[in-house]
């Protein structure tokens, strides 16, 4: 079975510190994450997939097979980056899992 | 291309009414994929399809739902007598599958029972 686990429902940064957003995955096959975002009132949106190891919006998140986990980070937030992060597992048969989310909130 | 689309974007209906929900995802994607998605959680997997064909259902869906694309296009998700534990938002999603896709989803349609 597929699960991912968001620890914390809330988190709370000031702006210019740095944030990490915890995801923890159980896969018995080869895992494809991925988190999302939805900004208020907006749709739910792609911020990046571990795959492409590139950075998003400063941004960063390593696949750690052993720890089966897939933080997102950045070194400093920023008001902006106050949003909903859900991270997703893909399979090879392209059915994903969703976590049930973090509220990030960058205070100023 | 506008991106996905759904239809209505708000539904309120009493219990015991059907309801129909559209999606219309990206033109040249050839899956989609529909979610649940009640206060506090994630999105929740219901079903997908690649084309035409519906390849998986989730378990957790019960017969009082269905869904179809009937030309590998838009897609209509269903659900027969409705109950209030089906109040939620809705979302669908698409993708070009590959292999491992990203998938770009809809602004949802919220369902109220009443």
């Known amino acids: 079975a597929q699960r991912v686990t968001q620890p914390e429902k809330l988190l709370s940064v000031f702006k210019g510190a740095p944030v990490e957003l915890k995801c923890n995955y159980s896969?018995?096959?080869?895992?494809?994450l991925f988190w999302y975002v939805q900004y208020s009132r907006q749709r739910l949106q792609l911020l990046l997939r571990?795959?492409s190891r590139e950075s998003i919006k400063g941004f960063t998140a390593d696949l750690n097979k052993g720890e089966t986990s897939f933080h997102l980070k950045k070194p400093f937030a920023q008001e902006e980056d106050s949003a909903m992060y859900y991270c997703?597992?893909?399979?090879?048969?392209?059915?994903?899992?969703f976590g049930d989310g973090t509220t990030l909130t960058v205070k100023p | 291309d506008t991106g996905v689309s759904q239809d209505p974007r708000h539904k309120i209906t009493k219990r015991g009414q059907n309801v129909t929900f559209r999606c219309d995802p990206i033109?040249?994607?050839?899956?989609l994929y529909w979610y649940r998605q009640t206060l506090g959680q994630g999105p929740e997997f219901l079903t997908y399809?690649?084309?035409?064909?519906?390849?998986?259902k989730s378990r957790l869906l019960s017969d009082r739902f269905s869904a179809e694309r009937p030309k590998g296009s838009f897609s209509t998700l269903e659900i027969q007598r409705t109950e209030q534990g089906d109040s939620a938002m809705y979302l669908c999603?698409?993708?070009?599958?590959?292999?491992?896709?990203?998938?770009?989803f809809g602004p949802g349609t919220r369902l109220l029972v009443l």
């Open positions: 999603a698409s993708s070009l599958w590959t292999g491992g896709e990203t998938q770009y």
């Open positions: 896969y018995s096959g080869s895992p494809e």
């Open positions: 571990h795959i």
């Open positions: 997703a597992l893909g399979t090879n048969a392209g059915k994903s899992t």
């Open positions: 033109s040249e994607h050839n899956r």
């Open positions: 399809f690649q084309n035409e064909a519906q390849l998986e």
